[in-house]
């Protein structure tokens, strides 16, 4: 069941499935870069304006789990409007600036993207465009991100699986109706 917090902006309820704090972690696949497992940190939240706020903190993992080296990060807005159309404005941590569109599935939490502009700084490596696809799956988010530079056509390159973490002061909220001895609860 999907939470629709009460002071989200009306035109954001259809996106409410990604509102939350997420951590998971992925596959990196690339041409010219070492394949690699990674972990995610992703966070979507609101102020009650009508966009979503994104960031994301990507890490390569070792055989063991634990982290080696920052891989990427990313932060940006999204919107979408009475025809589900999806828009997304992302900065990465590389030097890139992208401007995506796509649409909300009719009857499922599941968006398509791709991106319409591209921006570099002289520092960024060579990018041309991408596309991504992220889907809300028995309460997890799931995604594929595709990519594409001069040399290399468009293919996947990270793809991730994500559960929401649960911010203990939510649950916890609910103890106040507890009776004073707490037992009653547990019968």
């Known amino acids: 069941m999907i939470e629709i917090p009460s002071d989200l902006h009306p035109d954001l309820v259809p996106l409410a499935f990604l509102l939350g704090n997420w951590e998971g972690a ?3 696949d ?5 394949k690699c497992n990674f972990g995610q940190e992703a966070t979507f939240t609101h102020d009650g304006r009508d966009f979503i706020e994104y960031v994301s903190h ?3 993992l070792d055989s063991e789990g634990k982290k080696v080296r920052p891989l990427e990060t990313e932060s940006g807005y999204w919107r979408i409007d009475k025809d589900r159309k999806v828009e997304v404005v992302m900065i990465r941590d590389q030097g ?3 401007i995506w569109y796509g649409e909300l599935a009719d009857q499922k939490p599941q968006i398509d993207l791709v991106t319409d502009a591209v921006a570099r700084t002289a520092a960024a490596g060579p990018y041309t465009g991408g596309k991504r696809l992220y889907g809300y799956v028995k309460s997890d988010l799931m995604w ?3 990519k594409a530079t001069p040399e290399v056509p468009l293919r996947p390159y990270m793809s991730a699986h994500l559960k929401k973490v649960v911010d203990p002061r939510e649950w916890a909220k609910d103890l106040k109706d507890l009776p004073d001895d707490g037992i009653a609860f547990f019968r």
């Open 96 to 98: 890139v600036v992208e």
């Open 58 to 60: 990507t890490w390569e």
């Open 30 to 34: 690339f041409p010219g870069a070492e």
């Open 144 to 146: 594929v991100g595709e």
């Open 26 to 28: 992925g596959v990196f």
